[in-house]
T-cell receptor
Framework: ETGVTQSPTHLIKTRGQQVTLRCSSQ?????VSWYQQALGQGPQFIFQ???????GRGNFPPRFSGLQFPNYSSELNVNALELDDSALYLC???????????????FGAGTRLSVL | DAKTTQPNSMESNEEEPVHLPCNHS???????IHWYRQLPSQGPEYVIH???SNVNNRMASLAIAEDRKSSTLILHRATLRDAAVYYC????????????FGTGTRLKVLA
């Protein structure tokens, strides 16, 4: 069983550019969540995709968008990059929960984005 | 969403038990309590979760107060590999399933 993989591991962009980050979910998982983690802070929820539909969104502007594909892999797109977008972007996958409290999220190692 | 309060940092000697506290006084009756940890240069890793009863697994034990306003993660014998940031997260049983992370407790393990 493969874990959650993210690509690329590191990325450098300039202000105003666009970026796409990719995530392959753990085998058998149909839900993907994305988080942004600034240095020294806990991860902040961006949005979640369940069976290719957005299933909730955090307090992030529309220039943060996502996709989930039929194989449940996912992309995070960020347009018009700003300096404050520099962070570690984490993807987490989870099973469609059978019961309450069972939606354990399995995280990838993240993509480190630097915006200059 | 329930707010959590954790110490910024703690230290422990290797091979000794560690008790990591978390206050979550605004937790709702149906929120589970999840604990994750984040090792350096890695994503968060699930540790344990519970609702009302104390829970044990191969990684740790979780002690939940009777009023559910606080919980304690117990590492029975700390190792150098346990050095990480530990997050407690009240987690709703239904809905978006998002995790709301605080700043966590940075655990340092001394050899």
């Amino acid at each position: 069983e493969t874990g959650v993989t993210q690509s690329p591991t590191h990325l450098i962009k300039t202000r105003g550019q666009q970026v796409t980050l990719r995530c392959s979910s753990q085998s058998g998982h149909n839900t993907v969540s994305w988080y942004q983690q600034a240095l020294g802070q806990g991860p902040q929820f961006i949005f979640q995709y369940y069976r290719e539909e957005e299933n909730g969104r955090g307090n992030f502007p529309p220039r943060f968008s996502g996709l989930q594909f039929p194989n449940y892999s996912s992309e995070l797109n960020v347009n018009a990059l700003e300096l404050d977008d520099s962070a570690l972007y984490l993807c987490a996958s989870s099973l469609d929960p059978v019961g309450p409290g069972l939606n354990i999220q399995y995280f990838g190692a993240g993509t480190r984005l630097s915006v200059l | 969403d329930a707010k959590t309060t954790q110490p910024n940092s703690m230290e422990s000697n290797e091979e000794e038990p560690v008790h990591l506290p978390c206050n979550h006084s605004t937790i709702s009756g149906t929120d589970y309590i999840h604990w994750y940890r984040q090792l350096p240069s890695q994503g968060p890793e699930y540790v344990i979760h519970g609702l009302t009863s104390n829970v044990n697994n191969r990684m740790a034990s979780l002690a939940i107060a009777e009023d559910r306003k606080s919980s304690t993660l117990i590492l029975h014998r700390a190792t150098l590999r346990d050095a990480a940031v530990y997050y407690c997260i009240p987690h709703k049983a239904s809905g978006t399933y998002k995790y709301i992370f605080g700043t966590g407790t940075r655990l340092k393990v001394l050899a």
